[in-house]
């Protein structure tokens, strides 16, 4: 009941984000932060299942290393935090995985230009989020030199948009993965009755914490 209640937002949010900007193919890499966010668990295992790698970044924060841990069992190809990636050539830690084609961006400042420093020639960035507060700023050589394009994505106008056939399949096939259990992520399932702690959380106010469902 919890998936059912959840998918139609973050699952659905990354998997539009596979399938709209860029035809991927197996084999190909996308790069994302946010990555222990819902929506970037479901980039991982959604890519996994289609044979694309993926190179994810995290905050610098206590239990990083059991982040990293947690995203690479859901099928992560590498994960750093934004403090290892402060090197002059990131492409360098890539070894045989290939330059990301296509990135992910939902917390802006740095973290986003982390992004653009690991995209391929004629890469781009879909920025669905903005949690740091802070603004995207981009070198001029990554738009000459690089050619890369910068787009964003908005699921609300995805879903206000005469796509119901379209968006019923692509629901029910994120159930489907739910049920056979190749699509997992974090919830915790609240009582009506103690919805000030679900939303103390959901706030932030007790550290990290997973998406809370109210149960009525």
Known sequence: MEY?????????????????FIALKSGDTIVQNGATSIVGQCVIQLARLRGIHSINIIR???GSDEAKAHLKQLGADEVYTESQLEVKNVRGL????????????????NAASLILKFLKQ??????????SKKPITVSTSA????????????????????????????IDYLLGLCR????????EVARFDDFHTALEKAMGKRGRQPKQVLKF
């Not at 890539?94 to 400042?109: A, K, M, R, T, Y």
Request: glycine share 12%.
């Open 94 to 109: 890539l070894g045989n995985i290939p330059e990301p084609v296509l990135g992910f961006n939902c917390v802006g400042g």
């Open 180 to 187: 056979d259990g190749k699509l997992k992520y974090e919830l």
């Open 143 to 170: 738009f000459i030199f690089k050619e890369l394009t910068l787009t964003g994505f908005w699921l609300q106008r995805w879903m206000s948009s005469d796509k119901a056939e379209e968006r019923q399949s692509m």
């Open 60 to 62: 610098d924060r206590a």
């Open 4 to 20: 059912a209640a959840t998918v139609i937002v973050n699952p659905l949010t990354a998997l539009r984000m596979l399938e709209d």
């Open 122 to 131: 004629g890469g781009t960035m879909v920025t669905y989020g903005g949690m």
